[in-house]
């Protein structure tokens, strides 16, 4: 049986594998890289890497067996981690080049960021940079994955397309960018997702991870 804090990382080829697993052995895991399913599904937590476009990663997952291991595992309530473009394909679809099934682990699809912000300038894509995250009007952060986090952390985002929740209780942090809202943090039971990198976020990215490794 896996300890409390194994993680295992999905590795279907697609993400920077060796910097999450190193941001993760920091935060205090013990890491495993698999790309087989039965392993996926037995694990005691695992994390959704991801860089790149969403249908060429779904196509990836699909044909390896590891989309229907990471929906089985997600249905135990078990820790389930998707970070950028691992967050997105958490969602139902994507319009990015096209429509695109993704696991529909989270109620909603995947947009383009708007061209034109909100201060009526056009928004330079891709949103690249440390932005502060928010927790979204009227929630806080207790009991999730950002439990104890300074509200205006800030985080490193890489990304041109971002998530749109279908259910307001499932966003549970955000950013501004070109005064758009950016949803930056999604959690529903155990499932959550970062469209930013925290292994790239320096010593906030570890605590998210280390609080990943207490859920």
Same mark, same amino acid.
């Given at each position: 049986?896996?300890? /409390? $804090?194994? =993680?295992?990382?999905?590795?279907?080829?697609? +993400?920077?594998?060796?910097? &999450?697993? *190193? @941001?993760?052995?920091? %935060?205090?895991?013990?890491?495993?890289?698999?790309?087989?399913?039965?392993?996926?599904?037995?694990? /005691? $937590?695992? =994390?959704?890497?991801?860089?790149?476009?969403? +249908?060429?990663?779904?196509? &990836?997952? *699909? @044909?390896?067996?590891? %989309?229907?291991?990471?929906?089985?595992?997600?249905?135990?309530?078990?820790?389930?981690?998707?970070?950028?473009?691992?967050?997105?394909?958490?969602?139902?679809?994507?319009?990015?080049?096209?429509?695109?099934?993704?696991?529909?682990?989270?109620?909603?699809?995947?947009?383009?960021?708007?061209?034109?912000?909100?201060?009526?300038?056009?928004?330079?894509?891709?949103?690249?940079?440390?932005?502060?995250?928010?927790?979204?009007?009227?929630?806080?952060?207790?009991?999730?994955?950002?439990?104890?986090?300074?509200?205006?952390?800030?985080?490193?985002?890489?990304?041109?397309?971002?998530?749109?929740?279908?259910?307001?209780?499932?966003?549970?942090?955000?950013?501004?960018?070109?005064?758009?809202?950016?949803?930056?943090?999604?959690?529903?039971?155990?499932?959550?997702?970062?469209?930013?990198?925290?292994?790239?976020?320096?010593?906030?990215?570890?605590?998210?991870?280390?609080?990943?490794?207490?859920?």
């Amino acid at each position: 049986m896996a300890e /409390a $804090r194994d =993680v295992t990382v999905v590795d279907y080829g697609i +993400g920077n594998l060796l910097s &999450v697993a *190193r @941001a993760l052995e920091h %935060a205090g895991a013990r890491v495993t890289l698999s790309g087989a399913a039965a392993e996926i599904e037995r694990s /005691a $937590r695992v =994390v959704l890497p991801g860089v790149g476009a969403f +249908g060429r990663a779904m196509e &990836v997952l *699909r @044909a390896q067996g590891l %989309a229907d291991a990471v929906i089985r595992f997600a249905q135990t309530g078990r820790p389930l981690l998707g970070i950028c473009l691992g967050m997105q394909i958490l969602f139902e679809e994507s319009e990015e080049f096209g429509r695109h099934t993704g696991l529909g682990l989270v109620p909603g699809k995947v947009v383009a960021i708007p061209k034109i912000g909100g201060d009526g300038a056009p928004v330079k894509l891709p949103h690249v940079g440390w932005c502060p995250v928010r927790p979204p009007a009227g929630h806080d952060w207790r009991d999730t994955i950002l439990d104890g986090a300074p509200e205006a952390t800030a985080f490193y985002f890489v990304h041109w397309y971002e998530a749109a929740p279908a259910r307001a209780d499932d966003l549970i942090g955000e950013t501004e960018y070109h005064r758009l809202s950016i949803p930056a943090v999604v959690q529903r039971d155990g499932i959550a997702g970062t469209q930013f990198h925290p292994e790239k976020s320096g010593p906030a990215g570890l605590r998210l991870l280390a609080r990943f490794l207490s859920m």
